[in-house]
Structures are given as C-alpha cells and as structure tokens.
Nanobody, 127 residues
Framework: QVKLLESGGGSVQSGGSLRLSCSAS????????MAWFRQAPGGGREGVAV????????YADSIKGRFTASQDNPNKNTLYLQMNSLTPEDTAMYYC????????????????????WGQGTHVTVSS
C-alpha cells in the first residue's frame, strides 16, 4: 500500500525559509515519479515541483529560483522541498503526490495524472 507522509509545514514571515519533507512507503522509487503540489484557499491545485521520468524536475514559474526539490540517496523515497524567499502568495496547503512512471513516460505536471496523495502540510507566510 502506497503511503505518502508530509512534514515541515508551519508559519513563517515573508522572506523566510521552510523545508518540507515527504516520506514515501509501499513502492520502489525507481518506478514512480514524486511531486509537490499546492492549493491556496479558493484556488486550484498547482504543480510546484514535479519529478519527471527522465529524472528532471519541472518547476512552476511562480517559484522558480526560490524552491528546490531533491530526493535522498540511495532509495529516493523521501522528497524534499526547500523553499526560500517565501512570500504571502506561497501560503497554501502543500501536498506530496506520486504516479507510476518510467524514463519513457510522458512529462506532466497535471494533478489529474497523479494517483497517490498525502494529506498535506500547511504553509502560512505572513507579511
């Protein structure tokens, strides 16, 4: 059974940093792509940092240069999101997600293409 567990959310002032973690179990990371999505109140679910089958990461334009996703070695079952220079616009529920993928899988950042989801961790940035 695939399980995703996020941690690291909290409250921070504008300009601050947070590091989110997603611990995955129940699958072999080589056969899955993991991602961070976020959803602000009243908004849609946005792909913030999405690992693709070829090993690259697709970042949302809104966070480029500020957020960095990484995975632990060697099993890569933990996905991190280092968030720097946070602004109030980054306030949202952050979700970890996973989908089956291989190096030949199509690239995607659509939340509909992800099968497994964590319960989320909330990030609040105050001005």
């Amino acid at each position: 059974q695939v399980k995703l567990l996020e941690s690291g959310g909290g409250s921070v002032q504008s300009g601050g940093s947070l590091r989110l973690s997603c611990s995955a179990s129940g699958f072999t990371s080589n056969n899955y792509c993991m991602a961070w999505f976020r959803q602000a109140p009243g908004g849609g679910r946005e792909g913030v940092a999405v690992k693709q089958g070829d090993g690259t990461t697709t970042y949302a334009d809104s966070i480029k240069g500020r957020f960095t996703a990484s995975q632990d070695n060697p099993n890569k079952n933990t996905l991190y999101l280092q968030m720097n220079s946070l602004t109030p616009e980054d306030t949202a529920m952050y979700y970890c997600a996973a989908r089956r993928c291989t190096e030949y899988s199509s690239r995607t950042s659509r939340y509909e293409d992800f099968t497994y989801w964590g319960q989320g961790t909330h990030v609040t940035v105050s001005s």
